[in-house]
């Protein structure tokens, strides 16, 4: 039986795969696995590295870049650990797998691709101090968060990008303990959303040199969704003025669970509950045989947004193992910007 064969048929023994358990398997049993609490104490640089007793972790990186040539382009990169067992163990008996995921979007097409490794024999994993994950050649890794490598490539597409942090974490919901449904599910989640980003785009054309702003997401949990719920509509948005904000809408049969996260110029963050801000499509395309919206209002009167936020193609399609819809935005209405998008479960 080959590696490839192994690898597909573990990831079937993962808690939920294939069952209606929230988008993925994420609202599979956390039975045996830590579950996250309020309260708990960051220790960096630790906790930049892997929990393995938790159920399931990401690494998540997207930026929006303007080439030389003068054009939008958008990159994804994205490394996720999932967890057969809550115990540790060496070598091919360890329970860890990992997925990587990368993309380039273009206004015109998507380029993605997809890495699948099995823990514990060195092809895949994540180091704390000093940082690196990554997946076979792909790689994000440098002294700590602060600075990065970037790099990863498919069959037509590659990058080689450096980030630098210019501002500091931000930890979302209540000191990094972030809520997602109203039965109490919930993460541990905290961003870098201060990336400067230089490097270059390896396309079919030629190579692009780009510099722009990027994005990380750092999220772990052993039952992030309900049961219910089926997957969800996440915003990062970065505005003009300097200020951002990450918002989501999960979509469940008891109706959705919202959260947002404003961040001020300076890094300040501020928790914005269920019910705060709102997302309203505005129009859809049809993508990989599905209608997926791909132009949003989204208000949060609070703080005086209502905008319109649109996707720069609609064809950003991720055909993997786990299907979603992943691109940069752009923002115009009471405030203007550029952002990412992410949509699950349509």
Same mark, same amino acid.
């Not at 967890?83 to 797998?97: D, F, H, R, V, Y």
């Given at each position: 039986?080959?590696?490839?064969i192994?690898?597909?048929?573990?990831?079937?023994?993962?808690?939920?795969?294939?069952?209606?358990?929230?988008?993925?398997?994420?609202?599979?049993?956390?039975?045996?696995?830590?579950?996250?609490?309020?309260?708990?104490?960051?220790?960096?640089?630790?906790?930049?590295?892997?929990?393995?007793?938790?159920?399931?972790?990401?690494?998540?990186?997207?930026?929006?870049?303007l080439?030389?040539?003068?054009?939008?382009?958008?990159?994804?990169?994205?490394?996720?650990?999932?967890a057969?067992?809550?115990?540790?163990?060496?070598?091919?008996?360890?329970?860890?797998l990992?997925?990587g995921?990368?993309?380039?979007?273009?206004?015109?097409?998507?380029?993605?691709?997809?890495?699948?490794?099995?823990?514990?024999?060195?092809?895949?994993?994540?180091?704390?101090?000093?940082?690196?994950? !990554?997946?076979?050649?792909?790689?994000?890794?440098?002294?700590?968060?602060?600075?990065?490598?970037?790099?990863?490539?498919?069959?037509?597409?590659?990058?080689?990008?450096?980030?630098?942090?210019?501002?500091?974490?931000?930890?979302?919901?209540?000191?990094?303990?972030?809520?997602?449904?109203?039965?109490?599910?919930?993460?541990?989640?905290?961003?870098?959303?201060?990336?400067?980003?230089?490097?270059?785009?390896?396309?079919?054309?030629?190579?692009?040199?780009?510099?722009?702003?990027?994005?990380?997401?750092?999220? !772990?949990?052993?039952?992030?969704?309900?049961?219910?719920?089926?997957?969800?509509? !996440?915003?990062?948005?970065?505005?003009?003025?300097?200020?951002?904000?990450?918002?989501?809408?999960?979509?469940?049969?008891?109706?959705?669970?919202t +959260?947002?996260?404003?961040?001020?110029?300076?890094?300040? +963050?501020?928790?914005?509950?269920?019910?705060?801000?709102a997302?309203?499509?505005? +129009?859809?395309?049809?993508? +990989?045989? @599905?209608?997926?919206?791909?132009?949003?209002?989204?208000?949060l009167?609070?703080?005086?947004?209502?905008?319109?936020?649109?996707?720069?193609?609609?064809?950003?399609? #991720?055909?993997? @193992?786990?299907?979603?819809?992943?691109?940069?935005?752009?923002?115009?209405?009471?405030?203007?910007?550029?952002?990412?998008?992410? #949509?699950?479960?349509?």
């Amino acid at each position: 039986m080959s590696v490839r064969i192994c690898l597909i048929l573990l990831m079937l023994a993962l808690p939920g795969f294939g069952r209606a358990q929230g988008y993925a398997g994420l609202g599979g049993s956390a039975e045996g696995f830590s579950v996250p609490k309020p309260g708990y104490q960051f220790h960096f640089p630790q906790d930049h590295g892997p929990h393995p007793s938790y159920r399931i972790e990401w690494w998540y990186l997207t930026a929006n870049l303007l080439g030389e040539d003068g054009r939008d382009y958008g990159i994804q990169w994205t490394l996720f650990r999932s967890a057969l067992k809550p115990t540790e163990k060496e070598g091919w008996q360890s329970p860890q797998l990992w997925l990587g995921h990368a993309a380039v979007t273009t206004p015109e097409t998507h380029y993605f691709a997809e890495r699948l490794s099995r823990g514990g024999i060195g092809q895949a994993g994540v180091t704390a101090d000093p940082f690196e994950a !990554w997946i076979d050649e792909w790689h994000m890794r440098g002294p700590d968060l602060e600075a990065l490598h970037l790099l990863a490539n498919g069959a037509d597409f590659g990058y080689d990008l450096t980030l630098e942090a210019k501002g500091p974490l931000v930890f979302h919901g209540e000191n990094g303990y972030s809520v997602k449904s109203a039965d109490g599910q919930a993460s541990y989640y905290y961003s870098q959303p201060f990336y400067d980003v230089e490097g270059t785009l390896h396309l079919p054309g030629g190579e692009v040199a780009v510099t722009g702003k990027g994005w990380l997401d750092r999220e !772990w949990s052993s039952q992030p969704l309900a049961e219910d719920q089926s997957g969800w509509d !996440w915003f990062s948005l970065s505005l003009d003025d300097g200020d951002k904000m990450m918002a989501f809408r999960l979509r469940g049969d008891r109706g959705d669970f919202t +959260a947002a996260t404003w961040i001020a110029e300076d890094g300040k +963050a501020t928790a914005i509950p269920d019910g705060s801000v709102a997302f309203e499509p505005l +129009a859809t395309a049809r993508v +990989a045989g @599905r209608d997926v919206p791909i132009r949003w209002r989204v208000t949060l009167p609070d703080r005086d947004l209502d905008v319109e936020v649109s996707a720069l193609t609609p064809d950003a399609w #991720m055909a993997t @193992r786990f299907e979603y819809w992943e691109g940069p935005v752009q923002i115009i209405g009471s405030h203007s910007g550029h952002g990412y998008l992410e #949509m699950t479960g349509y």
